[in-house]
């Protein structure tokens, strides 16, 4: 089951992008940050549903945009993308550092991802992907910073859905990218390890050992789905125990209804109807093996074109609003 993950259309800070029908330049409204005390992850005033807020305001959609607050309001995952990687990177971190707050970043660029699905692409090649982690590495620097690593990457070499030819490198690949990554003075890395949908923690928490979840800080599950936050920790602790008692992350952002069950099996990840927002981002999850509940997957963002949705990765107003209304 593919994460359906964000690729293309990145608002980056450093750029300073105009859309949602603003002018360059023009001021956005204010995007508060939440408490640092129970969520200290850093909440993008140039996300896309915070273009979106603008621009439904500037057509005085006042409710909807009020709706659609209740995404831009709350900190979700930069997906660093294979172009300017240090200088998103660095964007980023220095926009959280500056509003004290931790970014959190996603990294998807292994080769052969996403299996040729809506989300394939990748590095070209292990070297590329060497040289990507490299950059991205230069762009944290001392900056504080939470990585989710790879979403899928594990999961799709277990399932078979990534040639076995391409598994010996993508664990080499894996475990390079975590040493990197965790020689870096501020920053935590969890490694992806699939859904509560899936599979059994029995079936993939070898291949986490292989791919160094040993050192990292933990795991993440649930990314991009939409298994309960009950179903995604009752899985993450049964691995937990498997992998030397490692700590995880929950993905919270769209698992407000639980699954979708209807329509074709291999596509109810895909833009599934009717879900919701679930569980707000903090590190207040009261049990010390769940780190926190995070929104990685931002959503609003579409899976694919699946359902009459736009690219992966690209905003879908209509989708947003009903996740948002739904919570």
């Known amino acids: 089951m593919t994460a359906g993950a964000v690729v293309v259309g990145a608002a980056l ?8 029908g603003k002018d360059e330049g023009d001021a956005l409204p204010p995007v508060k940050q939440q408490p640092k005390s129970a969520d200290p992850f850093w909440v993008n005033p140039d996300s896309k549903a915070a273009r979106a807020v603008a621009g ?16 831009a309001e709350q900190p979700s995952g930069e997906w660093i993308t294979p172009e300017n990687a240090t200088d998103q990177a660095r964007g980023y971190t220095e926009a959280a550092q500056k509003a004290d707050r931790d970014a959190l970043l996603v990294l998807y660029n292994i080769p052969h991802r996403d299996c040729g699905n809506y989300s394939k692409g990748g590095a070209a090649d292990g070297n590329a992907y060497r040289a990507w982690i490299d950059q991205v590495a230069a762009g944290i620097g001392d900056r504080p910073a939470t990585v989710i690593l790879e979403p899928d990457a594990v999961q799709h070499m277990v399932d078979n859905c990534t040639p076995e030819q391409f598994h010996e490198e993508r664990y080499d690949l894996l475990k390079g990218a975590i040493g990197k990554l965790k020689s870096l003075k501020h920053t935590t890395v ?39 936050t009950e179903e995604s920790v009752k899985y993450g602790k049964e691995l937990s125990g498997k992998v030397g008692g490692k700590p995880f992350v929950v993905d919270t952002s ?7 069950t209807g329509g074709s099996p291999d596509e109810r990840w895909c833009n599934p109807p009717g879900r919701a927002l679930g569980e ?11 780190k926190a509940y995070l929104w990685v997957k931002r959503p609003g963002e579409s899976d694919g074109t699946c359902k009459g949705g736009p690219r992966a990765g690209e905003w879908w107003s209509e989708y947003a609003l009903k996740l948002a209304a739904s919570s």
């Open 56 to 71: 439904l305001e500037e057509d005085g959609k006042d409710q909807e945009a009020k709706t659609v607050r209740r995404i």
């Open 190 to 228: 969890y490694l992806d390890a699939g859904n509560a949908g899936w599979g059994k923690p029995d079936q993939i928490f070898e291949p986490l050992k292989w791919s160094g979840v040993d050192q990292a800080d933990g795991f993440s599950v649930n990314v991009s789905n939409f298994y309960s």
């Open 280 to 290: 707000t981002p903090t590190t207040k999850t009261g049990d010390p093996l769940v």
């Open 13 to 20: 800070l450093v750029s300073a992008c105009s859309s949602g």
């Open 254 to 260: 769209r698992n407000g209804n639980g699954p979708y």
